[in-house]
């Protein structure tokens, strides 16, 4: 694919098939190992299951991982483990899924955000800085803070380590678009500067599980805790219970869990992708670098990637110059078929947050780089001439 011209109509195939922004790869091993999984004995709680979460430790160097049926049910058990309660607050950035700030509200907690650095989408680390400094003036310093790997690159984790060790604040990497990407020469998820990490597995993810999660941890007691609430917080081991066992049937409820399970044939597609994990991400890097040459002479931004990470590329996000520019885009690319989407409109903006006070104008950068954003297709199956229709379009449309 090198020395691509896209403004050569020689190269321009004429084509009009739907693209997504994201989608599964799904292959034909996939699909066996699923069908496998369905005649076993077991299609939940069987063995699947923890030779997938085996597979994620290993891959992401954790101790310890703990898959459930979605990345949102992982931060919630994730900040009840951490002792998230009503009173304590939970910081996020507006520039992400709404499950990053909902997780807080999930255990009755306040949630207040940071804003973003504009060119990376990432939490800003001077924001932060003086938020934190401001709360501490008003006692009002986080309990939790959930940093988001935005279209998979890694925030400055050693810096929020660092201020956490100075305002006592816990960690938990939202990494649902950076499975497979790294910071500082080691895998998202080792936890090196976190108490947990968590991953989606939703299809238009990095790879996926139908529906599905995890939450990766190197804390022997916060694993424990998250494997318990992911299951009606069931105790089994007599070593754990509160009272006397008194025969063989018995288990203990000691606290409120929930069935936040993810299944065998779920595990089983999992598995099988996460064998792909390496592929993927280069390809994605591949097709990455490929736009990067094709938009270079149009007047469009592609998101800076920080010098010591490299991204998973979950998305491609174009930043145009002006609002009406990027609405016009967005109408063209959706009457050509191409399902361009926004990540993220401010979630602090939502209905819901702005119930609780928050309003326009709060988080500057953010609302900002809303305005502008566009993400652009970008998943494994993409082809050349894919790349070059989404090219051609936008050099049509800004020249
Ligand atoms: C997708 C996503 C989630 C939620 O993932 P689910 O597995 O769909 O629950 C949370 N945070 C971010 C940043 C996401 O992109």
């Not at 739907?18 to 939940?44: C, E, H, M, W």
């Not at 951490?82 to 520039?95: A, F, H, Q, S």
């Amino acid at each position: 694919m090198k020395n691509l011209n896209p403004f050569n109509l020689k190269n321009f195939i004429k084509t009009n098939y739907f693209l997504p922004y994201s989608k599964q790869n799904i292959t034909g091993r996939d699909i066996k190992s699923v069908v496998k999984a369905l005649k076993n004995d077991l299609i939940t709680q069987g063995e699947i299951l923890p030779r997938f979460e085996n597979e994620i430790s290993k891959k992401v160097l954790s101790d310890y991982s703990i898959a459930v049926n979605s990345a949102t049910s992982a931060l919630h058990i994730a900040c009840l483990a951490l002792g998230l309660k009503e009173n304590d607050y939970l910081w996020t950035t507006p520039i992400t899924f709404v499950a990053s700030a909902n997780c807080g509200k999930y255990c009755g907690a306040k949630v207040d955000f940071v804003d973003i650095e504009p060119n990376t989408g990432l939490i800003s680390i001077k924001a932060l800085e003086e938020k934190l400094k401001k709360a501490k003036n008003e006692n009002k310093l986080p309990k939790i803070i959930v940093p988001v790997h935005l279209c998979g690159s890694s925030c400055d984790m050693q810096k929020i380590f660092e201020l956490s060790n100075i305002y006592g604040f816990s960690i938990i990497e939202d990494a649902s678009h950076a499975i497979g990407g790294r910071y500082q020469d080691f895998p998202v998820g080792c936890c090196k500067y976190s108490d947990i990490t968590v991953f989606s597995f939703h299809p238009v993810k990095i790879i996926t599980s139908a529906e599905g999660g995890v939450a990766v941890t190197n804390n022997h007691n916060l694993a424990e805790k998250m494997r318990d609430l992911r299951s009606h917080c069931i105790i089994r081991d007599p070593k754990r219970f509160k009272e006397k066992s008194l025969g063989l049937w018995k288990y203990e409820i000691q606290e409120l869990g929930y069935n936040y399970r993810m299944n065998e044939l779920q595990a089983a597609l999992g598995l099988s992708q996460l064998k792909r994990l390496e592929k993927i991400i280069n390809r994605r890097n591949y097709l990455y670098d490929q736009y990067k040459i094709l938009l270079d002479t149009l007047p469009l931004k592609l998101l800076d990637i920080p010098k010591n990470v490299y991204s998973s590329l979950h998305l491609a996000v174009i930043t145009l110059n002006d609002e009406t520019r990027r609405e016009n885009v967005f109408s063209l690319f959706r009457k050509n078929n191409i399902g361009v989407q926004l990540h993220y409109y401010p979630v602090h903006l939502q209905p819901i947050y702005k119930k609780l006070g928050f309003k326009e104008g709060d988080f500057p950068s953010s609302e900002e780089y809303s305005k502008k954003a566009i993400s652009i297709p970008l998943y494994p199956q993409l082809k050349k001439r894919d790349l070059i229709r989404v090219a051609n379009l936008l050099k049509k449309f800004l020249d």
